[in-house]
């Protein structure tokens, strides 16, 4: 997800048990200005789906999230975003990027943006061997012609992959067949042994 998607998410549009989010908003700024939106495209508006680490990490945080709910009290803001802050509204995009950058220094990262995760994770499917167009819906691209020319780097390391996948294939295929020859030889004419 993009920085203000994800900020932008609410819980009406997660699905847990089906382990999908809805990209069906997103909150982005104008100078200092938070602003509530529609996705970037139209392709941006779309549903992805969660690995169960995900939905694991969801469900914890949906239960920190109610226990700051319970602490708030009636000063709780029932925003309905699945990221808030302590009070329940949703979350400035740029104070998200500012902490982001804190704990990536805090671990030792190279200097790394936010929107580098996203990259990051575009390499990490193709290089996983994700069908294009798979990778092209998840990013929330107009075209996967736009996908594939955005990470054109990754596509050597993919396509080596691809190479030896095949060709491993190809060699049990030929290996079964050749056991196959092996087993059914013929000990006299028109006579098979298995």
């Known amino acids: ?58 469900r914890a945080h949906r239960k920190r999230q109610a226990a700051e709910r319970l602490i708030a009290g009636e000063a709780w803001a029932d925003s309905g975003f699945v990221f808030t802050d302590e009070i329940g509204g949703p979350l400035h995009p740029q ?56 990470y054109t780097s990754v596509y050597p390391e993919v396509a080596r992959a691809a190479a030896e996948s095949t060709a491993a294939l190809v060699n049990t295929a030929a290996a079964g067949a050749q056991t196959a020859r092996l087993i059914t030889l013929p000990t006299h004419a028109g006579d098979a042994t298995t």
């Open 95 to 150: 104070q998200v990027s500012d902490r982001f950058y804190q704990l990536a220094f805090q671990v030792g990262l190279p200097p790394v943006r936010l929107h580098d995760l996203r990259h990051g994770a575009a390499s990490l499917m193709l290089a996983a061997g994700v069908d294009l167009k798979v990778v092209q819906e998840t990013l929330g691209h107009v075209s996967s012609t736009f996908t594939r020319d955005t």
């Open 1 to 58: 997800m993009r920085r203000g998607e994800a900020v932008g998410l609410r819980w009406k549009d997660v699905d847990l048990t089906a382990g999908t989010a809805g990209v069906h908003g997103q909150i982005t700024q104008l100078g200092w200005e938070p602003v509530q939106g529609r996705p970037k495209t139209e392709a941006s508006d779309r549903t992805i789906a969660l690995d169960e680490d995900t939905v694991t990490a969801l």
